[in-house]
């Protein structure tokens, strides 16, 4: 039985998703932002960073992508990755970290700007600035879906879908903005929409439809 630590349309949303859709066993706790700022949660997340896994032994993973990557290997027969150690296997781990560490890490960059730059010219030159290179890094995934889709890996479902689903709804400076300039990323959220596992879970993090997240960061 899995603990995932969770908060409404955080970095947990795709293992939330990816739970779900695997049928696995898990208890879900519901944590507010303020909640993860506790001091105490760091004994859960060393970084107080959310998604958290909480694993049968006791242990706790962290970080989005390493989780994905566990569950899928720990759950081969729910058959949301290829094959382990296949060569399409490399290549899907290869556009997890991409989307983790350039669409998601770099984007972080915008979403925290006062933590790095003091006066609000250099915030919004910082936003602006990180909206330009994750345009960039979204039509990067926009050509590959155009030219081999209707999925990340081509015709197969996986969890990479989840997980670039996830991120289109934090699209600069919104989701419908992104889709108006991915469409087949726009079409990829909604097939993930209407995946009939995923109905209760997208439900309870408010985006079951376009525009369920709002942040005024981005703006």
């Known amino acids: 039985m899995y603990k995932l630590y969770n908060v409404k349309t955080w970095g947990s949303l795709a293992i ?3 739970l779900e859709e695997m049928e696995a066993p898990y208890t879900n706790i519901w944590m507010s932002p303020e909640q993860v700022r506790e001091p105490e949660f ?12 909480g694993l ?6 962290y970080e989005s992508a390493a989780i994905v990557a566990f569950l899928v290997a720990a759950h081969p027969d729910k ?3 290829p094959a382990l ?3 399409d296997y490399g290549e899907f781990l290869s556009l ?11 984007g972080n960059f915008a979403f925290s700007a006062a933590d790095y730059v003091d006066d609000a010219a250099g915030r919004d ?14 039509a990067m995934l926009e050509k590959r879906l155009a030219a081999s889709g209707p999925w990340l890996m081509g015709r197969e479902f996986s969890a990479l879908d989840l997980y670039a689903f996830m991120l289109s709804i934090w699209g600069s400076p ?5 889709h108006a300039k991915c469409p087949a990323v726009a079409k990829l959220a909604t097939a993930v929409r209407a995946r009939p596992k995923l109905k209760a879970v997208l439900e309870s993090h408010g985006v079951l439809k376009p525009g369920g997240y709002v942040s005024s960061d981005l703006a």
Do not use: N
């Open 16 to 18: 939330h998703c990816l």
């Open 42 to 53: 760091r004994s859960v997340s060393p970084l107080g960073m959310i998604p958290a896994l």
């Open 56 to 61: 049968a032994d006791g242990r706790t993973l």
């Open 79 to 81: 058959h949301m990755s």
């Open 85 to 87: 150690g296949s060569p």
């Open 96 to 106: 997890l970290v991409f989307m983790s560490t350039e669409i998601y890490g770099f």
């Open 125 to 138: 030159m910082l936003k602006a600035r990180v909206r330009q290179r994750v345009d960039q890094f979204w």
């Open 174 to 178: 919104t989701e419908e903005a992104l």
